[in-house]
């Protein structure tokens, strides 16, 4: 990988965590108002699980294989 490569996954998974933690706020937010979408909730729990995985894979991505 290179560095450009490196630094573009850097990026991106800074912007991925940033949305996984507005999406948080969001859910709670609405969680807590009285009368809230259930659906709507189920949403963004949803986009929040898939940011999670997509994290997931890029931090992957970023940690060197050791071979023990």
């Not at 009285?34 to 999670?52: C, F, H």
């Amino acid at each position: 990988m290179t560095k450009d490569e490196e630094r573009e996954l850097r990026a991106q998974l800074a912007r991925l965590q940033q949305e996984h933690r507005d999406l948080d706020a969001a859910i709670a937010a609405l969680q807590d108002s009285p009368g809230s979408d259930i659906i709507q909730v189920q949403r963004l729990k949803k986009r929040k699980l898939q940011l999670r995985d997509r994290i997931t894979f890029i931090e992957d991505q970023l940690t060197p294989d050791i071979i023990a």
